[in-house]
């Protein structure tokens, strides 16, 4: 019944889940904690710099928004779910600086999953208590 709640609730916060990426994505993080990765080209680091100085000229992967906009969760298997873009560069961006860009970070998926854990608990309670 747990796990069934937790992907339900998965699904159901998935807007949110996703939203944290594309925060994380604003400062030019990465997954790991550093950055995303440097621009060669300085013209275009400064062009970047005039759209988001949140980033500081790192790699930031908001440019036009579509990627972030086309951030979407689905199964992918009994317990997996798979964070992806349906934006054409996902492919290219993914091999360029590598797909875990696509997942959560360690205090990101910190709070989801105590976020998932108190739902989840809070369901089975209420499904308890009205049995």
Do not use: C, H
Request: charged content about 25%.
């Amino acid at each position: 019944m747990i796990p069934q709640v937790l992907g339900t609730l998965i699904i159901f916060n998935s807007e949110q889940i996703v939203d944290g990426i594309r925060r994380r994505w604003a400062f030019g993080k990465d997954v790991n904690g550093g950055i995303i990765g440097k621009y060669r080209n300085r013209d275009y680091e400064a062009f970047k710099v005039s759209f988001n100085s949140r980033a500081g000229g790192n790699v930031d992967l908001t440019l036009t928004g579509a990627l972030g906009n086309g951030l979407t969760i689905r199964k992918s298997g009994n317990k997996k779910y798979e964070i992806f873009s349906t934006d054409y560069k996902f492919e290219r961006i993914a091999i360029k600086y590598g797909i875990e860009q696509f997942n959560l970070d360690a205090q990101q998926q910190e709070e989801l999953f105590d976020m998932l854990y108190y739902m989840a608990f809070e369901n089975y309670l209420d499904n308890v208590w009205l049995v």
